[in-house]
């Protein structure tokens, strides 16, 4: 089966392949164009670390933001949104997404980031 899915048709796996880039790419062009996002650029797997440093002090619902933790639980709480927490993977002041879901989930994700956002004062 092995050799097989390796030296068969690999149609299917470009369609893949290029879906994932297509969601990759709206994912990174929405992230930049949200104030006091940036990210770093995804080289491979189906992730993207968004960094929240401007985020950090910030307050909402009279809470302040100090790390990743505090901005993760605040967004599920706020904006009924799961991510990551960068400090997992030992970037306090980032947050993990990931692409392996339908374009329609990535942009529902995206505004609900987006909207948690405008909310911090």
């Known amino acids: 089966a092995a050799v097989e899915a390796l030296n068969g048709p690999q149609d299917k796996v470009n369609e893949m392949i290029g879906e994932f880039e297509k ?4 994912m990174v062009d929405t992230i930049e164009g949200i104030n006091n996002l940036s990210i770093i650029n995804p080289k491979g797997a189906f992730y993207i670390m968004i960094n929240i440093e401007n985020c950090l002090g ?3 619902n009279g809470k302040i933001l100090n790390d990743s933790m505090e ?3 605040s967004l599920l709480e706020n904006e009924k949104l799961a991510v990551i927490p960068g400090k997992a993977f ?8 990931s692409y392996a879901t339908s374009m329609e989930a990535i942009k529902e994700g995206l505004n609900r980031i987006e909207s948690f ?3 911090l004062n």
């Open 71 to 73: 901005f993760c639980a």
């Open 58 to 60: 910030k307050e909402i």
């Open 117 to 119: 956002i405008k909310k």
């Open 23 to 26: 969601r990759r790419n709206y």
């Open 90 to 97: 030992g970037l306090n002041n980032y947050i993990r997404v």
